[in-house]
């Protein structure tokens, strides 16, 4: 029998953002919703094999309801930017999907399904409706059958007829008359006043219907009937607006085989996921696209370089015109050099890791090594650090395709040679996942395969360096990349090299301490709870919190009581158990993943941890840091703070000295919006979030206390990153509408910000990109996209991206120069890390007094703005005393 799924796709989206907790991707869109969606998707096509599938969206908010009610969903608040920014992806998600997809102006998704199904049932085909509305369940039938899911996203609870009947005592056509009666608060669709669904239900078991109880009215004593008897046109048109239409013109009749689903596009589908970054569902679903034919690459003659071909060989170098070394595994650090090709005078050459080893390699070494030889190469940062774990250096690095690949597209999925030439049009390059596999499954191929692969990635890095060289200059880009971007590869990698120093006692010593805090906080909970449970396990801990202590039931998942931090945080004013959960629940976390985790990844011959920063993560230009993360380590709690005490030198009497810039995207705005009042601030070295208080909620100094300068923190902040008036009554945890007057407030006496963030649109509006100080690019594609929701992401991302784009160019510039300055000044002191603003050192005692006055000098000089940079600095025996 042939199966259609309908899918309600407003309803998902909504049911998975608000289920989900909040995801975005390094571009800065969120993801959550999209993220729930797919997941449902995934599990609907397994579990249902369907042989037809459509999602339906409403078109508008403006249906043919609001002919005859036009307060029909007047209640509802507006859709928040970091959701209706998802639509857009759910779209192309379900093109990829092949998934056929529909709405139509004056309708509403239900009406769609509720007309299709109808059609469908004609047709004698097997029903499913997926959604999260329970005025679906009016459509449930022999062949029809709703898939109404829960609090979550993938588990749902399925109705035929007998379930309508089970749970609610009623036929599924009867919906519509307890939606009349009860009324729809979410869809403003009134009903009967002072009747819920218990007393719906007992009206409608007795009488059937909403016209019958009318019927019955005189005879219902009490309130009750009087309120039916006078509000009996709002119970008959309450049942109208309810009531699906079935009738809609839907271009389906004769058509059928466009909701016809043979199964997704795994190139498209795969696509999606890399740019939303579902990391999780690439590795879970083996998408790797079936090989290009062998015919269709380029026949690359690799000539493998032995031992007796290395005379020679080295007789070709000056004529290198690129080269590759492939690294195995992310982490470079703990990776091995798989091999190295070099393409020289139309030939390609192959050596293993094993040949340039030989004494005989030695020129070959040699030449690696000369900063006076120019080399154009892919990811000079990671083969650089792989090298240098072997003794052996790598200089003279002109050119990066990866790295200008970044610069010219931050936003692109793929940076890989594979993406690349396929982006380029050049001869295809297998991906590395079809000749290396992945995870367990990874291998060295054969060398003639192995040999042919690196080959093609040295031809094709030679074809690309002049075509991304000379985009570069037509983008005005190429200084960014010369000046700032490759020099700090180097630097970067210097660093990683040095690593930083972990006292790994001290880290032991404190994981038992933060163990017996945890004994003492579990035993706490126990006295507070009456009883022994599981804390870890959410299961208890509801049945503790809801069914024992009778707290309020905040929200529920498809297992049960939602205990997860949000609804904690919203519980903690009713019982002083909470607080100590979530005292508990950030100890565990601290004891797992940053004592825990930093042991495993101390390097036992150096005893130190050292990083991987990556360059080409984040769109917005700021550096990101793995293996392990060291930007991550917390400073909101003390027990979280004290992690840093384990950060030490290398040498005795050495320090670790830090430098942090001070709001540094403030006084990047300052500087762009040319905002009076902001630069007045700055340059008087004003408090800027009292004065912003000051401003905006109209107060003398004095009035400002410690809760208006902190909403006052968060809309100043929240203007920098983008925040919409929802996400700001997130952080303050007061209703989107008083979010919104701060926001318009803060506006309004800061006009200068307003009038920047309207040029800026308008700029972006015209030239697709926008540019920090540095000229980093920022390209906007849907800037014009009639899409609001596209449109709307994009004019956000144009708000924003020149502040924080411009804030990270600044420190990566401060890092470069002081750097320089290190050398130059032939001082012993190191950098170590970059953590968001601040720069990590270890710096000897004799140059203690020279560094504290020389950091800031260089981070403050780095850029010239109309307001002052500042860099606080600070220094200890260890990072916290640093801090």
């Known amino acids: 029998m042939e199966k259609i799924i309908l899918v309600d796709g407003n309803s998902i989206a909504n049911r998975a953002f608000y289920a989900l907790p909040m995801l975005s991707n390094s571009q800065g869109m969120h993801t959550n919703a999209v993220y729930g969606f797919t997941m449902m998707l995934l599990r609907i096509i397994e579990e249902e094999k369907p042989t037809h599938f459509m999602v339906a969206f409403d078109a508008g908010k403006i249906t043919f309801r609001h002919q005859d009610f036009k307060e029909y969903k007047g209640g509802r608040m507006k859709t928040p930017p970091e959701l209706s920014e998802q639509f857009p992806m759910m779209k192309e998600l379900l093109q990829a999907f092949r998934i056929f997809q529909y709405e139509l102006e004056g309708y509403e998704a239900d009406d769609i399904i509720g007309t299709i199904s109808r059609l469908a049932e004609e047709r004698e085909m097997e029903v499913l409706i997926v959604t999260g509305d329970k005025d679906m369940l009016q459509l449930a039938s022999d062949r029809t059958t709703i898939l109404l899911t829960r609090k979550g996203i993938t588990e749902v609870d399925r109705f035929d007829p007998a379930a309508v009947e089970e749970k609610y005592g009623l036929q599924p056509k009867q919906i519509i008359d307890l939606k009349g009666l009860m009324g729809d608060p979410s869809d403003n669709i009134p009903g009967v006043p002072g009747v819920g669904e218990k007393t719906a239900l007992k009206l409608l078991h007795e009488y059937a219907s909403v016209e019958n109880v009318l019927k019955h009215a005189d005879g219902i004593k009490g309130k009750l009937g009087e309120n039916i008897r006078s509000h009996s046109d709002s119970a008959q048109m309450s049942k109208e607006l309810a009531t699906i239409f079935r009738e809609v013109e839907v271009p389906i009749e004769g058509q059928w085989d466009r909701l016809e689903y043979g199964g997704f596009d795994a190139r498209s589908v795969k696509e999606m996921f890399r740019k939303l970054e579902f990391k999780s569902l690439l590795e879970k679903m083996d998408l790797s696209e079936e090989s290009r034919q062998e015919t269709e690459q380029e026949q690359i003659a690799a000539q493998i370089v032995t031992s007796g071909g290395l005379p020679d060989f080295i007789g070709m170098l000056p004529s290198v015109e690129a080269m590759h070394i492939e690294v195995a595994g992310e982490n470079p650090h703990a990776s091995e050099i798989i091999g190295y090709a070099f393409l020289a005078e139309g030939k390609a050459y192959y050596m293993s890791q094993a040949t340039m ?137 210097e660093m990683e090299l040095t690593g930083v120093l972990v006292d790994t006692e001290d880290l032991k010593s404190y994981g038992k301490e933060l163990e017996g805090i945890l004994e003492g906080l579990m035993a706490d909970i126990h006295d507070l709870a009456g009883m022994e449970f599981n804390i870890n396990s959410p299961k208890q801990l509801g049945e503790i919190l809801f069914d024992k202590l009778g707290l309020p039931v905040i929200k529920k998942t498809k297992t049960g ?150 909403q006052a923190k968060a809309v100043n902040f929240g203007i920098v990153y983008g925040i919409s008036d929802y996400g700001l009554s997130q952080n303050l945890n007061i209703t989107r509408k008083e979010a919104g007057r701060f926001i318009e407030q803060y506006l309004n006496v800061f006009m200068g910000v307003r009038k920047f963030m309207e040029d800026i649109v308008q700029r972006a509006r015209r030239d697709g990109y926008v540019t920090t100080l540095l000229q980093r690019r920022r390209y906007l594609p849907e800037i014009n996209s009639s899409n609001y929701n596209l449109r709307s992401f994009a004019e956000r991302t144009a708000m924003n991206s020149p502040i ?69 600095v600070s220094y200890g025996l260890n990072w916290y005393e640093a801090k």
Request: net charge negative; hydrophobic share 40%.
């Open 357 to 493: 080893e030989l004494p005989e390699a030695g020129k070959v070494r040699e030449w690696l090594a000369d900063e006076t030889i120019e080399k154009r190469m892919y990811d000079m940062h990671k083969a650089a650090v792989a090298l240098a774990w072997k003794q052996q250096a790598l200089r003279g690095v002109v050119f990066d395709v990866m790295l200008a690949a970044y610069l010219l597209d931050p936003t692109e999925s793929s940076l890989s040679l594979h993406g690349l030439a396929d982006k380029f049009r050049l001869p295809p390059i297998s991906e590395d996942e079809r000749i290396f596999g992945k995870g367990a499954k990874f291998r060295v191929p054969k060398e003639d395969q192995l040999s042919a692969h690196l080959c093609r990635k040295a031809a094709a890095i030679r074809r690309l360096s002049g075509v991304l060289q000379q985009e570069l200059e037509n983008s005005g880009m190429h200084r960014l990349f010369y000046d700032l971007e490759l020099p700090l590869s180097a630097v970067l990698a």
């Open 561 to 710: 009581y939602s205990t997860d931090a949000e609804v904690l945080e919203k519980l903690a004013p009713y019982h002083e158990i909470v607080d100590k959960i979530l005292h508990y629940r950030q100890i565990a976390k601290l004891l797992s993943t940053y004592v825990e985790g930093l042991l495993k990844e101390i390097r036992p011959e150096t005893h130190k941890v050292h990083t991987y920063f990556r360059q080409t993560v984040a769109a917005t230009g700021r550096l990101s840091s793995q293996f392990p993360n060291l930007q991550n380590i917390p400073i909101r709690m003390e027990e979280g703070r004290k992690i840093r005490k384990v950060f030490v030198p290398s040498e005795p009497g050495w320090y670790i000295l830090a430098a942090d810039y001070s709001q540094i995207e403030l006084r990047v705005l300052a500087h762009i919006s040319q905002d009076d009042k902001l630069i007045e601030a700055f340059q008087h070295n004003k408090d800027i979030h009292t004065k912003t208080a000051m401003d905006v909620f109209g107060v003398s100094e004095d009035q400002v206390d410690a809760n208006l300068r902190r």
């Open 804 to 872: 924080q784009g411009s804030a990270a160019d600044i420190i990566k510039l401060a890092m470069v120069q002081l750097h320089s300055r290190l050398q130059r000044e032939k001082l012993k002191s190191r950098m170590l890390l970059q953590v968001h603003d601040e720069l990590v050192l270890e710096v000897p005692e004799d140059e203690l007094e020279r560094m504290k006055k020389l950091v800031p000098e260089v981070m403050e000089g780095a850029l010239k703005l109309d307001v002052p940079l500042k860099a606080d």
